[in-house]
């Protein structure tokens, strides 16, 4: 059965420290890995993964895949209160177009 | 047009009543997908469209019944739902089946949600 496990469940830091999510999986014929961010409402596209070792950046945030150990990362550097919400990844399959979800982090910046 | 827009945003029906929530992208996406989210859970896949043919259904009820009019449109017709189909349902579109696009940095694009309350 496929299995997506993030850890930690739920994070509380202060603003400007550095913070690092971990997704890994288990999963039939692996096609991507995305990543979101879920405040109130839907979730947030903020990286799809498909190479091992690449890192992709967008402002602070970073993330990487490692498809021989079955794990991301996603870094937030520098952290802000508006950083505070539940971090979603997601593994999507080669076929069959469904994405399996992780439980989520939930983070949480003290200013 | 980088969105999927969802209504109604907030909807709150009785267990007789029939209603439709509605999903609608121009992004020429040709997989569409409901999800249904309980609080502080992750999303939960409902149902897919690929090239506007139901090609999932992850043992749904009947109670809750998809339709996909063209390749924009996405509705999920509701009657007789019960208490605990409260939720958020959300609405996802992406590029569809075998059709990988692993330079382009985007993945699946969700719908800001349906609040639904099932009274």
């Known amino acids: 059965e496929d299995k997506v496990v993030q850890s930690p469940l739920s994070l509380v830091v202060h603003e400007g420290d550095t913070v690092t999510l971990n997704c890994s999986y288990e999963?039939?014929?692996?096609?991507?890995l995305l990543w979101y961010k879920q405040e109130k409402k839907a979730p947030t596209f903020l990286f799809m993964l498909t190479s091992s070792g690449i890192e992709k950046k967008s402002g602070r945030l970073s993330s990487i895949l490692d498809k021989k150990e079955l794990f991301s990362i996603l870094n937030i550097t520098a952290t802000q209160t508006g950083d505070s919400a539940v971090y979603l990844c997601?593994?999507?399959?080669?076929?069959?177009?469904?994405?399996?979800f992780g439980a989520g982090t939930i983070l949480r910046v003290k200013s | 047009d980088t969105e999927v827009t969802q209504t109604p945003k907030h909807l709150v029906m009785g267990m007789t009543n029939k209603k439709s929530l509605k999903c609608e992208q121009h992004m020429g996406h040709r997989a569409m997908y409901w999800y249904k989210q309980k609080a502080k859970k992750p999303p939960e896949l409902m149902f897919v469209?690929?090239?506007?043919?139901?090609?999932i259904n992850e043992s749904v009820p009947s109670r809750f019944s998809p339709e996909c009019p063209n390749s924009s449109l996405l509705n999920l017709h509701l009657h007789a739902l019960q208490p605990e189909d409260s939720a958020l349902y959300l609405c996802a579109s992406s590029q569809g089946s075998g059709r990988s696009s692993p330079n382009l940095n985007y993945g699946y694009t969700f719908g800001s949600g349906t609040r639904l309350t099932v009274v």
């Open positions: 469209y690929s090239y506007e043919k139901l090609s």
């Open positions: 999963v039939t014929n692996f096609r991507s």
């Open positions: 997601a593994v999507e399959r080669l076929y069959g177009n469904k994405l399996v």
